[in-house]
């Protein structure tokens, strides 16, 4: 198994709360966010990580482990994650699973256990979700029987099952398919997606994209002031390290 981990955003909702670093550098018990998750990626045994970066490249950079792989998006100010991925494009190896993931995502383990653990079937992938956060979603998902039927920000309270992680699992034998659309999608000008969103349209062609609901375990996006302020609450509950020892964002 690969992990691809995109990291070029240029986070302009929460910029100004975390010194205007890119949110992937986000201290999380003494090491950057960016740092803590490959980290966490080694210890389940997946060695083959890269990640994408953008904004403020050479400030992440400069931390990540010398045998991780970096693929720069230099476009990343006019587009999004699906131009990443078209430049990482090579990294995928058709036999084996590709975990993909946003890099302003903080899980627990048990998360990733979960999501490693996730068989098959007759899905193209699996996207991890919250059922426990509806109102405050974000990027909302309705699914039934554990199958992704609707997605996006426009879902209305009622029709949605629950928030989008930021995090998926793509199987080999769907890998082509999940490539040649990026590619598709890219070669149309359609710059300003999310990767994911080469998933997600092939609902509308019956093809099954599978949910694995990790409902009230911790994980954030740091897209707002409140997910900083949820993170450092966490990491103060997990730790008995002195305030004066771990560095802290103030939220102003």
Known sequence: MRAIIFAAGLGTRISR???????CMVE???????CYTIAMLRRKGIKDVAVVTGHKAEHVEKVLPNNVTVYRNPFY??????ASLWFARDFIERSSALLAMNGDVFIEDSILDQTLDTEQGDQMAVMVADSSRIVEADYKFAWRNGILEKYGKALQPQETSGEYVGLGLIFPNSLDEFVATVESEVNKGHYNKWWEESLYMKTEMGKKIGILDIC?????????????IRLNSYLDEKTMVDFGRRKMFVVK
């Open 17 to 23: 709360h975390i010194g205007d670093k890119p949110k």
């Open 216 to 228: 009230k375990r911790f994980w954030v996006e740091l897209d707002f002031v409140e997910d900083l």
């Open 28 to 34: 999380v018990f003494d090491e950057p966010l960016i």
């Open 77 to 82: 100010a006019v587009s999004n994650s699906i």
